[in-house]
């Protein structure tokens, strides 16, 4: 979930730049960069860090007049932020920028390494350039040269390339990854999405997968879909959506995508990432919030799938509990942000006694991947609502992955048993697709939910962390007061609180203990509890029915769920009138105790 923006024209350059990548920043960054090729020169600048470290390095350099330039903010997925990882990659007259996962660069690397070619980066990008140039000697054509390098990469990408041997036209590539192609006043323009080029271009062509070619001057008109730019940058900058939280909802089927990318090949589970792994005899997961739930669903998992004991831990309670570690334990801590106060001490106390970790973490080089033996990022990019989701959805995608991948080193699993799991999860991305009829009556259902004097959230198995996550996702940002539970779990205490204003939301998936559930939310219909089934099946007890669809897996059924309960409290906190976004007395990252 990179950033990239592009420039063909006369306009002063590094400003420009800057400018137009300070409009992607909150699609994340750890490292930026530009090229410009002007008069025959190719200047490459990038930093570490935010894009202020790149102004620092620009700040004595002006480039006017005709030329070209490219730039780009980038949130790691392959290789740590560094200088020397951090995009535009260059080859000798070239220069590329990358949003996306190529997925066969290791192979491509192998073979221009073979060829002499020396590499300086750990990314998957570097491989384009080299291997444009490499393609380049064998014909004069630069475009074709230019197609056959993209006809080799597999995976997802939006790509622009630089070189000295066209200097009045920038190369681009779109497949999987947004690219937005615009036109001003003052040349060409190039973007992730359309915020950068407000104010810059008044007619765009958004690409469509597959569309490969080179953009100058004169030749902006032969794209496909041209339209006008709209005017509004914050509006730009969610895409159109209300909150950046609702754009997170949506986007998660696509952020999905990514996490899975080049760890699942037909039957095989594969982690880069897990050299010299060691599988653990047992293992303890450690995290807070929405990250603990996250840990809650995987120790199900894990034990199911790949029959390794799990426990789970709140850090806070863990790292004064005096807890009794074992060096034969994996300790996986589970983070968004990677900078937690309580889970980073719960991974120092544990890595001080002798036990390994396992990082599932969405920011490389933070001070929890910093302190892991081994690190699985989940690739979400920027998540800027406070109420976590994408990174949620991810976490879970990454520890389901993990529990297969253990399951295949121990040969508990079959390669058929774990392409029915690939199925099962590719079909999972889908179900997390928003359904505009289904958010459209979860949007009229929520009027029906603003005064009880509490919510229930129930659910068993998996369901029941789905719960808890359902039930802090409402408290977060709608105020209101809501509780998990194993529905299982309601006669022994809770149950004394039904009455017409207890609203229960009901997990009630047709996989996975329907009719125990079915039993448990008839004991609190009979008290007269308002109830919200979340169900395949219409259940005649409920008050209100969210119908899922009729798929072949709990694990399909969780994740469509999921999506309901983050728009329901989505939906709830608008008609209360609350900054969804950003809800009081909260924090993205809790870097204190
Ligand atoms: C989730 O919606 C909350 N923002 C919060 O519970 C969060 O999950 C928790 O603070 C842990 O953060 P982390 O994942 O960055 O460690």
Same mark, same amino acid.
């Given at each position: 979930?990179?950033? %990239?923006?592009?420039?063909?024209?006369?306009?002063?350059?590094?400003?420009?730049?800057?400018?137009?990548?300070?409009?992607?920043?909150?699609?994340?960054?750890?490292?930026?960069?530009?090229? @410009?090729?002007?008069?025959?020169?190719?200047?490459?600048?990038?930093?570490?860090?935010?894009?202020?470290?790149?102004?620092?390095? +620009?700040?004595?350099?002006?480039?006017?007049?005709?030329? +070209?330039?490219?730039?780009?903010?980038?949130?790691?997925?392959?290789?740590?932020?560094?200088?020397?990882? =951090?995009? $535009?990659?260059? =080859?000798?007259?070239?220069?590329?920028?990358?949003?996306? *996962?190529?997925?066969?660069?290791?192979?491509?690397?192998?073979?221009?390494?073979?060829?002499?070619?020396?590499?300086?980066?750990?990314?998957?990008?570097?491989?384009?350039?080299?291997?444009?140039?490499?393609?380049?000697?064998?014909?004069?054509?630069?475009?074709?040269?230019?197609?056959?390098?993209?006809?080799?990469?597999?995976?997802?990408?939006?790509?622009?390339?630089?070189?000295?041997?066209?200097?009045?036209?920038?190369?681009?590539?779109?497949?999987?990854?947004?690219?937005?192609?615009?036109?001003?006043?003052?040349?060409?323009?190039?973007?992730?999405?359309?915020?950068?080029? *407000?104010?810059?271009?008044?007619?765009?062509?958004?690409?469509?997968?597959?569309?490969?070619?080179?953009?100058?001057?004169?030749?902006?008109?032969?794209?496909?879909?041209?339209?006008?730019?709209?005017?509004?940058?914050?509006?730009?900058?969610?895409?159109?959506?209300?909150?950046?939280?609702?754009?997170?909802?949506?986007?998660?089927?696509?952020?999905?995508?990514?996490?899975?990318?080049?760890?699942?090949?037909?039957?095989?589970?594969?982690?880069?990432?897990?050299?010299?792994?060691?599988?653990?005899?047992?293992?303890?997961?450690?995290?807070?919030?929405?990250?603990?739930?996250?840990?809650?669903?995987?120790?199900?998992?894990?034990?199911?799938?790949?029959?390794?004991?799990?426990?789970?831990? %709140?850090?806070?309670?863990?790292?004064?509990?005096?807890?009794?570690?074992?060096?034969?334990?994996?300790?996986?801590?589970?983070?968004?942000?990677?900078?937690?106060?309580?889970?980073?001490?719960?991974?120092? *106390?544990?890595?001080?006694?002798?036990?390994?970790?396992?990082?599932?973490?969405?920011?490389?080089?933070?001070? *929890?991947?910093?302190?892991?033996?081994?690190?699985?990022?989940?690739? =979400?990019?920027?998540?800027?609502?406070?109420?976590?989701?994408?990174? !949620?959805?991810?976490?879970?995608?990454?520890?389901?992955? !993990?529990?297969?991948?253990?399951?295949?080193?121990?040969?508990?699993?079959?390669?058929?048993?774990?392409?029915?799991?690939?199925?099962?999860?590719?079909?999972?991305?889908?179900?997390?697709?928003?359904?505009?009829?289904?958010?459209?009556?979860?949007?009229?259902?929520?009027?029906?939910?603003?005064?009880?004097?509490?919510?229930?959230?129930?659910?068993?198995?998996?369901?029941? $962390?789905?719960?808890?996550?359902?039930?802090?996702?409402?408290?977060? @940002?709608?105020?209101?007061?809501?509780?998990?539970?194993?529905?299982?779990?309601?006669?022994?205490? $809770?149950?004394?609180?039904?009455?017409?204003?207890?609203?229960?939301?009901?997990?009630?998936?047709?996989?996975?203990?329907?009719?125990?559930?079915?039993?448990?939310?008839?004991?609190?219909?009979?008290?007269?509890?308002? @109830?919200?089934?979340?169900?395949?099946?219409?259940?005649?007890? =409920?008050?209100?029915?969210?119908?899922?669809?009729?798929?072949?897996?709990?694990?399909?059924?969780? !994740?469509?769920?999921?999506?309901?309960?983050?728009?329901?409290?989505?939906?709830?906190?608008?008609?209360?009138?609350?900054?969804?976004?950003?809800?009081?007395?909260?924090?993205?990252?809790?870097?204190?105790?």
């Amino acid at each position: 979930m990179c950033g %990239i923006v592009g420039y063909i024209g006369a306009n002063e350059k590094a400003k420009l730049m800057l400018e137009m990548l300070k409009e992607l920043e909150y699609r994340g960054y750890d490292s930026a960069g530009i090229a @410009i090729l002007k008069n025959d020169t190719l200047s490459i600048f990038r930093a570490t860090g935010k894009l202020t470290n790149l102004a620092n390095t +620009l700040k004595d350099f002006r480039s006017s007049g005709f030329g +070209l330039a490219i730039g780009h903010t980038r949130w790691a997925t392959h290789g740590k932020p560094t200088e020397t990882n =951090a995009h $535009p990659h260059t =080859a000798t007259f070239s220069s590329v920028i990358h949003n996306g *996962i190529i997925e066969n660069y290791q192979d491509i690397k192998q073979e221009l390494e073979q060829k002499g070619i020396a590499f300086r980066s750990q990314t998957d990008t570097e491989v384009i350039v080299h291997l444009f140039e490499e393609i380049l000697k064998t014909t004069n054509d630069i475009l074709s040269a230019f197609e056959q390098t993209i006809a080799r990469l597999k995976g997802a990408y939006a790509i622009l390339l630089i070189t000295k041997q066209s200097p009045d036209r920038i190369y681009y590539a779109k497949q999987g990854s947004p690219l937005i192609i615009g036109k001003g006043k003052a040349g060409i323009y190039f973007a992730s999405s359309d915020a950068p080029l *407000i104010g810059l271009a008044h007619h765009v062509s958004y690409l469509e997968d597959g569309q490969s070619g080179y953009i100058n001057c004169h030749n902006f008109e032969t794209l496909p879909n041209i339209c006008p730019l709209h005017t509004n940058k914050l509006y730009a900058q969610k895409d159109g959506f209300r909150y950046f939280m609702e754009k997170e909802i949506y986007e998660q089927h696509k952020v999905l995508l990514e996490t899975m990318m080049g760890r699942i090949d037909g039957d095989t589970i594969l982690f880069d990432e897990l050299k010299d792994f060691v599988l653990p005899q047992s293992i303890l997961l450690c995290a807070c919030g929405t990250s603990y739930h996250a840990a809650l669903v995987a120790s199900y998992l894990l034990e199911r799938i790949a029959k390794i004991k799990c426990n789970v831990a %709140i850090a806070s309670e863990w790292r004064y509990r005096e807890p009794i570690m074992d060096t034969n334990e994996l300790f996986i801590a589970i983070s968004q942000s990677g900078e937690t106060a309580d889970t980073l001490e719960a991974l120092k *106390i544990a890595k001080r006694h002798g036990m390994r970790s396992l990082a599932v973490c969405n920011v490389d080089n933070s001070s *929890i991947v910093r302190e892991a033996t081994w690190t699985i990022l989940t690739r =979400a990019g920027i998540e800027k609502g406070v109420a976590s989701t994408k990174a !949620f959805a991810t976490q879970v995608m990454v520890l389901w992955m !993990f529990a297969l991948y253990c399951a295949q080193h121990q040969r508990k699993l079959l390669p058929q048993d774990i392409r029915q799991q690939c199925t099962a999860m590719l079909r999972s991305v889908e179900a997390t697709k928003v359904a505009p009829k289904m958010h459209d009556k979860i949007r009229r259902l929520s009027k029906h939910y603003l005064h009880g004097h509490g919510f229930f959230f129930v659910g068993r198995d998996i369901f029941y $962390p789905l719960a808890l996550e359902g039930a802090l996702k409402l408290k977060e @940002i709608s105020y209101l007061h809501a509780e998990g539970y194993p529905s299982g779990d309601m006669k022994h205490g $809770p149950i004394a609180l039904a009455d017409d204003g207890l609203f229960t939301i009901a997990l009630m998936p047709q996989h996975m203990l329907f009719d125990k559930t079915k039993s448990n939310i008839e004991e609190l219909a009979a008290r007269d509890a308002t @109830i919200c089934a979340i169900s395949p099946i219409e259940v005649e007890v =409920a008050d209100d029915w969210i119908m899922l669809g009729n798929h072949a897996s709990y694990m399909e059924e969780f !994740f469509e769920t999921m999506v309901i309960l983050q728009l329901l409290a989505l939906e709830i906190s608008i008609r209360l009138g609350n900054d969804v976004d950003m809800p009081r007395n909260l924090a993205k990252s809790v870097t204190v105790e």
